[in-house]
């Protein structure tokens, strides 16, 4: 029972951590990204990292 405290404890320690830095590099793409689209869809590309961040972050919480 204690191994399984731990790793749940590791795991949301590590949800943590890539909920935090999702969110810091998730709101300054956001807003350019939609500006940007147009003249160069090459950046548009880092919107589709953030939704990967983003989906990481779920899978995360449902091992938890």
Known sequence: M???????DLTAAAAAKK?????????????ATPQVVAPAPGKSE?????????????SGKGKD
Do not use: F, L
């Open 19 to 31: 909920a935090a830095a999702s969110k810091a590099a998730t709101p300054a793409p956001a807003p």
């Open 2 to 8: 204690a191994i399984n405290a731990v790793r749940a």
């Open 46 to 58: 880092q919107g589709n990292s953030g939704t990967g961040s983003g989906n990481g972050k779920g």
